[in-house]
Structure formats: C-alpha cells, structure tokens
C-alpha cells in the first residue's frame, strides 16, 4: 500500500512520479526528521464506529481520497473539530463532518474530502502564477517546438540527477507539443559550486547548450555577467519548492518533479479538458 500522503496527492493531481532531488537545507534551515509512528497490530481499527459519528465519516473521508487505505486508528484529536486519523504510520486531521483533511508535516496540506481537491494547492497555485510570471521571458532558456500545444516552467540545478534525465529527455517533451522553459535554482544555495555554474550557463552566449554541457559534465567556460540566478532562486524558495526539478504549469500548479513526457503531456491534456467552458444546451 502506499503512504496515505502519497496517496493522496496522486489522488489529488493524477501525478504519477514526484522523482525530485531534494533541496540541500542551510545549517540555519535545517530541522530535525520527524520520528514516524509505529505501525501497529492488526493494521485495522479495533471496532468498526457506528454510522454517522465523526469517527465513521473520518474514516469514509480517508477512503474517498484512498480506497484502499487502511485505518489503523481513530479517535480525538488535539483540534476542536477534528478527529485523529493514523494510515500507514501517518496522521491525518478530519473534519467532524468528514468534508475536510488536513496531513501535517513536510508538504502537509488541507483537503476537501468530497471535491477530492488540494486545497492548499490551489491557493499555492495562484502565488506560483504570479512569482513566475515575474520572470521576463528573456531570463529562461527555452526548449519548445515549433507549435507548442502546453508550456510548463521547470526549476531546475545542474547537478540534480533527476533534473539531468529531465534534460535528457528534452526531445520526447518537445515531440509531444510541450514547450520547456527553464529557470535556475542552485539546490546547493547561493555561493555554491552549482550556483557558479549556473551563472555560468546564464551567461553564456548559448545558454541551450551551455545547459545541455553542464547536465552533461562538459565544461562551461566560467563566465561573469549581470543575471537572473539570484531572482529564479528567490522565486522558487518563495513558491514552495522543496526539489528540483519542480514541473509548473501555466496556472501555477506544481505537476511534481520528473515526470515522463508521455505522462506530463496526459496531465495537461486533462487539466486543459477541465478548464474548457461547458457548452450550453441549444435553445
């Protein structure tokens, strides 16, 4: 089975991979891992709570988010309002009415159970939109084809493994109609090795290819200029970035970090299909 937050964010954003490299803390930043919950006997809540009782409709509002999860406990929570919920070792907060979810933790998020929506995802999506559009589009480095049919904007690092199988599958991305454009974030910080390089690549006279050498481990000629890397990495610390690459669409949603071409081009098909206005009935 797999982790209740893993999930539900699949659930919640039909993203099968959220393969990421993740980001290197500061000393100052860094927090301690959270000790997970013992799994316990049984996997099973002792006593099925009967119908209609905030306990029943915790466990309902897990199961329309994930079927398959198996609820190992339910009872009071520290929140007015709330029921404790445990799945997999996690713990989740349900509404006593069962519409709302809310997992604590790194990337926590509050969920409406019914909708099946991300709630904190949406009104992320909506600050994403507007720190990305900041971005002039003369400060990204654009792999596009010659029609594009989705754009995503991809925070990415030199170094980052996954971030470098991204790259190099830049041409199934391309072949499926989605446009590319790359913005930087030295995972490593400001200063780092990654993050002269990064300049570097900025500042060269072909920033397609001094990308493509550096994902690669061919040299790029150390250069100096007047460059968007210290704003691209500002931006994705104030967007929530937690790893690279972070895969955004046009309307600010995070669509994970390395996700297949095949895959990302279903994604935004299906985010486009519902954005699309319903036609009204004739007459």
Not at 18 to 27: D, I, Q, T
Not at 178 to 201: K, L, T
Not at 249 to 277: H, W
Request: hydrophobic letters at 40%; aromatic letters at 6%.
């Amino acid at each position: 089975m797999r982790p209740l937050r893993t999930s539900l964010v699949i659930a919640a954003l039909g993203v099968a991979s959220l393969a990421a490299c993740a980001k290197v803390p500061s000393e100052s930043t860094a927090k301690p891992a959270a000790t997970p919950l013992a799994r316990t006997a049984g996997s099973t809540v002792e006593a099925k709570p009967a119908a209609g009782t905030p306990d029943a409709r915790a466990i309902d509002a897990i199961h329309a988010m994930e079927p398959r999860a198996v609820v190992e406990h339910v009872g009071a929570a520290p929140i007015p309002g709330f029921r404790e919920v445990v799945v997999g070792g996690q713990v989740a907060y349900v509404s006593d009415d069962g519409r709302y979810m809310f997992i604590p933790g790194a990337g926590g998020a509050l969920y409406d159970a019914v909708k099946k929506d991300n709630l904190t995802e949406t009104s992320l999506g909506k600050l994403r939109k507007t720190l990305i559009e900041k971005i002039p589009a003369s400060d990204r480095i654009v792999f596009a084809p010659a029609n594009p049919k989705h754009r995503v904007t991809v925070f990415t690092d030199i170094s980052c493994g996954f971030c470098r199988k991204f790259h190099s599958e830049i041409a199934d991305y391309n072949a499926r109609g989605i446009e590319v454009d790359y913005v930087a974030f030295p995972r490593a910080g400001i200063g780092s090795d990654d993050y002269r390089q990064m300049v570097s690549v900025w500042c060269a006279p072909d920033r397609k290819k001094a990308l493509t050498d550096a994902k690669n481990d061919r040299p790029v000629p150390q250069r100096s200029c007047k460059n968007p890397v210290d704003m691209e990495y500002d931006i994705g610390q104030r967007a929530g970035l937690t790893g690279t690459p972070m895969v955004v669409a046009d309307d600010g949603t995070q669509l994970g970090g390395y996700v297949p071409a095949d895959k990302l081009r279903d994604i935004l098909d299906q985010m486009e299909s519902k954005q699309a206005p319903t036609a009204k009935p004739a007459g």
